[in-house]
């Protein structure tokens, strides 16, 4: 089974790399793919280039078995759509399962994001959110497809695509926007992401 996480990493941080580790455990994916945005649609264009955040997040999951990084998105030109992303891969992998790996606030979004009805027809749904996370006040389409797709966990192995799990993650208040802001005002940002990004965002003099 493999799992998708996708973003513009910007700079990828433990926000990302902690719940990313307990969905490759708690659900044994063979593998987990991070996947970089070139152009992502619903917000500002990332501040490090592409070839910068590509080689952050080789840095970050370097000598963790189970992780990857896909660069697919940073090959095809124009804006970076998730369901493009899944039709491709599901073209390569045939009726291998397919887990989309969201936090909960992107799930809360998924109903504007481009040809998002595609998705569920693509790849599983796994949704990592923080303890207590109910799944209430979503939008009505999202409520209606989380009503109709729900399934435990196990159940993601017995079919390639249409599930959506919930997956209780430890929640780390860390962002991308914080870190940038941090470097921005001349301060430390040590023990918000993995050392050798620290490293190579000081530098490559990011973010500044």
Same mark, same amino acid.
């Given at each position: 089974?493999?799992?998708?996480?996708? $973003?513009?990493?910007?700079? =990828?941080?433990?926000?990302?790399? #902690?719940?990313?580790?307990?969905?490759?455990?708690? /659900?044994? &994916?063979?593998e987990l793919r991070f996947v970089p945005a070139a152009r992502p649609n619903l917000r500002d264009a990332p501040m490090a280039s592409?070839?910068?955040? &590509?080689?952050?997040?080789? &840095?970050? =999951?370097? $000598?963790q078995p189970g992780f990857a990084v896909d660069a697919r998105e940073l090959a095809r030109p124009g804006v970076s759509y998730m369901a493009d992303t899944l039709a491709s891969l599901r073209e390569e992998i045939g009726e291998r399962p397919l887990c989309l790996i969201l936090g909960s606030d992107a799930f809360a979004r998924l109903h504007r994001w481009h040809a998002w009805e595609r998705i569920p027809r693509l790849a599983h749904i796994v949704v990592a959110h923080r303890p207590g996370w109910d799944g209430q006040d979503l939008a009505a389409p999202l409520e209606a497809l989380l009503a109709a797709r729900?399934?435990? %966990?196990?159940?993601?192995r017995q079919r390639p695509a249409g599930g959506i799990t919930r997956l209780s993650v430890? %929640?780390?208040?860390?962002?991308?926007?914080?870190?940038?802001? /941090?470097?921005?005002?001349? #301060?430390?940002?040590? *023990? &918000?992401?993995?050392?050798?990004?620290?490293? *190579?965002?000081?530098?490559?003099?990011? *973010?500044?």
């Open positions: 089974m493999l799992g998708i996480f996708g $973003g513009t990493f910007d700079p =990828v941080h433990f926000g990302h790399l #902690r719940p990313a580790l307990e969905a490759l455990e708690t /659900l044994a &994916l063979d592409p070839e910068q955040r &590509l080689a952050m997040l080789r &840095l970050a =999951v370097a $000598g729900e399934c435990a %966990p196990e159940a993601l430890t %929640p780390l208040d860390i962002s991308a926007t914080r870190i940038r802001e /941090l470097r921005g005002q001349g #301060r430390e940002i040590r *023990y &918000l992401l993995p050392e050798a990004v620290r490293q *190579y965002i000081h530098e490559h003099r990011l *973010y500044t």
